[in-house]
């Protein structure tokens, strides 16, 4: 089963990145050079430079928002919406589908 | 390999990390058309430090983690990528372009020159520095042979209570370690953090079992008389306390008003007490070098065409409104990945000073620092806490505007901080009202800026 995370940004251009189970939304994009994540932190749940917003459908597949996250979230560069996520906390599992879109700015 | 007839690349980028790294993306972000040559003396792809003293270190994330950018992407955008050549020599030509010759002897002639080249470990001068189990954590190869050594070692010491100190003995500990943390001043994370805070993480990390010992003198590693020679180290000889703890570099102490000196074992010693600046090759240059590689606010070294981005750059006090001519060489992800995008800026003819909000994080067992710009020059501060929830932050005023905060586990606060500092706005402390409301952590800082 492949794992495949879609990235819209905001002009509405759409990349499907094919991911590995275990490395998170963010990794996936950063390595492959999607833009619309800038991930200063790596990862570390420092930056909220990984933002980005989750398809409705695809939001029950994902962990609940720790507290850590949700306090990250409001410092996002662009207004946090009901389906915001920080991307570096969203692991990849096997067979996963994922649709989310990248914000306009993430600074 | 390159040689002496090759085609010039059209910009060598001489260290492929953080800010290396950005250095290349960002100029194919804003269409540089050259080809670029990014080359680094380590014998690794370009991938990111913070984590080797963090969640690497513990194991939460694995090596690729850490990888910057795929192959592919380097090859789609025309970049070559060139590891384990460590430059020992540049030749100029006024017009920028030039040649750079490696230990190797290979050679690449470049147009134009990008020196991001960053700092290494400093090193602690005193007997036993040679002694295996010695070690220092500023790149992978580094962080590779720590974690090669650990699951053997039951003891391990700790040497110096900056960031990396602080960061690699709080995991060490969690992996299960007796870890000691010896630091030669009065007090942790010298200048980069102000007094409440220091004070806070001594406490947060005592209370949480971390054996600090503050004002400690080294006066040499001890050897372990093994049959192969004594050739590693067993443990720390040291003199706590007594005598003025400020002032010397540390190691300089001979313990002569202190306490009598122990012997702390330690099967690995780590030490983490600062970096020094690359500049050989400025120097080698004729570049203007002082505390790093001295750049304008766009990033140009003295010789008006090479570029200097990150760790190894002195350049103005990014933030604004900051003091006329005020300089600074700042240690961080974040100036790494600002600089550099003045940088490119630069090579493309653009002039955009650099500007912007310096800011920094370090996780230590569970307590997440987060700083928003500089403190430096403050003349008041305001402490708000929250025991129950533990959350901490501590504001730095100067002339009555808000200039920066750390904060420990309250990203609320930062993100405030970061984004007034960013607007220009002020969270005012004038008054012993104002004050009061900014200490109270029932009030969202957020709400208070002006
Ligand atoms: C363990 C650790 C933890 C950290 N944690 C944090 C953190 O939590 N938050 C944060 O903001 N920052 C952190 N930092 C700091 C951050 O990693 C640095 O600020 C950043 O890496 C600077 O990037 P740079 O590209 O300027 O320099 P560097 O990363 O030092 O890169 C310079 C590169 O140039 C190479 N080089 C040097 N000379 C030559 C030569 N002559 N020829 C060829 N190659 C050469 C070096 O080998 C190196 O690869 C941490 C650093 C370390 C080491
Ligand atoms: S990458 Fe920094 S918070 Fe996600």
Redesign the pocket.
């Given at each position: 089963m492949t794992t495949t995370v879609h990235y819209t940004d905001a002009e509405g251009t759409v990349r499907d990145i094919e991911g590995r189970p275990g490395d998170s939304v963010m990794e996936t994009a950063v390595r492959n050079g999607v833009p619309g994540i800038v991930a200063?932190?790596g990862g570390?749940l420092?930056c909220a430079t990984c933002h980005v917003f989750v398809r409705d459908d695809c939001l029950s597949e994902l962990p609940p928002i720790e507290p850590m996250e949700d306090e990250m979230l409001y410092g996002t560069a662009v207004d946090r919406e009901e389906n915001s996520r920080l991307s570096c906390q969203l692991k990849l599992t096997e067979g996963m589908d994922l649709y989310v879109t990248t914000p306009e700015t993430q600074v | 390999m390159a040689s002496d007839n090759a085609a010039p690349t059209g910009l060598l980028i001489?260290?492929?990390?953080?800010?290396?790294?950005?250095l290349a993306i960002s100029l194919r972000a804003l269409g540089f058309e050259e080809h670029i040559t990014l080359?680094?003396?380590?014998n690794h792809r370009?991938y990111?430090?913070?984590?080797?003293?963090?969640e690497w270190l513990q194991g939460e994330v694995g090596n690729e983690s850490l990888i910057f950018r795929s192959a592919e992407y380097w090859d789609e955008h025309n970049v070559t990528l060139v590891k384990d050549?460590?430059?020992?020599e540049i030749r100029k030509n006024p017009d920028g372009s030039g040649v750079a010759v490696?230990e190797s002897g290979a050679e690449f002639p470049f147009k134009r020159l990008a020196l991001?080249?960053?700092?290494?470990?400093r090193k602690l001068a005193v007997d036993g520095a040679d002694l295996a189990g010695v070690v220092y954590?500023?790149?992978a190869d580094d962080?590779l042979a720590l974690k090669a050594m650990v699951g053997d070692a039951t003891d391990i010491v700790v040497i110096g209570g900056g960031?990396?100190g602080l960061?690699?003995a709080s995991s060490l500990k969690k992996m299960g370690k007796n870890v000691v943390l010896l630091e030669h001043g009065p007090r942790l994370v010298g200048r980069a953090v102000g007094e409440a805070t220091a004070e806070y993480f001594l406490d947060a990390h005592r209370s949480r079992g971390l054996d600090i010992r503050l004002g400690a003198r080294i006066s040499r590693f001890v050897p372990a008389a093994t049959h192969d020679g004594g050739k590693a180290v067993s443990g720390v000889e040291v003199t706590v306390g007594g005598g003025t703890a400020a002032g010397g570099a540390a190691g300089e102490g001979t313990g002569a008003e202190g306490t009598a000196a122990e012997v702390i074992p330690a099967q690995i010693v780590l030490v983490g007490i600062g970096?020094i600046p690359?500049t050989?090759?400025a120097e080698q240059m004729g570049l203007a070098v002082d505390n790093g590689i001295v750049v304008d606010s766009h990033a140009l070294a003295s010789d008006g065409t090479t570029v200097a981005?990150?760790?190894?750059?002195n350049m103005p006090n990014p933030v604004p409104g900051s003091p006329a001519g005020e300089r600074i060489r700042?240690?961080?992800?974040?100036?790494?990945i600002e600089?550099?995008k003045v940088a490119a800026y630069s090579l493309m003819g653009r002039r955009e000073d650099y500007a912007g909000i310096p800011?920094?994080?370090?996780?230590q067992a569970d307590l997440k620092l987060q700083i928003a710009g500089l403190s430096m020059g403050f003349d008041q501060t305001v402490v708000r806490r929250d025991d129950e929830r533990g959350k901490f932050s501590v504001l730095y005023y100067r002339k009555g505007r808000i200039i920066a905060a750390d904060c420990v586990n309250a990203p609320l606060d930062f993100m405030a901080v970061k984004n007034a500092l960013a607007k220009r706005q002020n969270i005012p402390a004038d008054t012993a009202e104002a004050a009061a409301a900014v200490a109270d952590p029932a009030v969202q800082l957020k709400t208070l800026a002006v």
């Open positions: 200063e932190c570390s420092s | 001489i260290g492929a990390s953080q800010s290396g790294v950005q080359l680094g003396e380590e370009p990111q430090r913070p984590a080797l003293s963090k050549q460590r430059i020992t490696a991001t080249v960053g700092a290494r470990a954590l500023r790149n962080a960031f990396i960061e690699a970096v690359n050989e090759l981005v990150g760790d190894c750059a700042l240690e961080s992800v974040n100036n790494a600089h550099a800011w920094f994080w370090s996780n």
